[in-house]
């Protein structure tokens, strides 16, 4: 079952913004998320996760102290509060599951399945 993302928009640098994840019960339950985003012509890149737990979570450098994840187990959502928001933060963001945490590839794309359709983060000045 696809993840879906959501609460994209236009923003001001400076401001903040926060995703969504939306994820079934049993995809919620089981699987560390992961948030990673993408813009044209680039590869995707890890941002933020989380264990299914939510004992554990790991960050970009990029977005350390800015962004904050965080699960919902009543909602089965997984949220990426975004502070401070940068210019270089524009992207399109997705969320996925992890299939097989080992505690090191997390920030690995190939590693994740179950993507949905991203949500369109735009940071102006």
């Known amino acids: 079952v696809q993840l879906q993302a959501s609460g994209g928009g236009m923003v001001q640098a400076g401001t903040s913004l926060r995703l969504s994840c939306d994820a079934d019960?049993?995809?919620?339950?089981?699987?560390?998320i992961g948030w990673f985003r993408q813009t044209p012509g680039k590869e995707r890149d890890f941002v933020a996760g989380i264990t299914r737990s939510g004992g554990s979570t790991h960050y970009a450098d990029s977005v350390k102290g800015r962004f904050t994840i965080s699960r919902d187990r009543t909602k089965s959502t997984v949220y990426l509060q975004m502070e401070s928001l940068e210019l270089e933060d524009t992207a399109v963001y997705y969320c996925?599951?992890?299939?097989?945490?080992?505690?090191?590839?997390?920030?690995?794309?190939?590693?994740?399945?179950?993507w949905g359709q991203g949500t369109l983060v735009t940071v102006s000045s």
């Open positions: 996925a599951a992890l299939w097989a945490y080992n505690g090191r590839n997390y920030d690995v794309p190939q590693a994740y399945g179950n």
């Open positions: 019960g049993r995809t919620f339950r089981t699987f560390y």
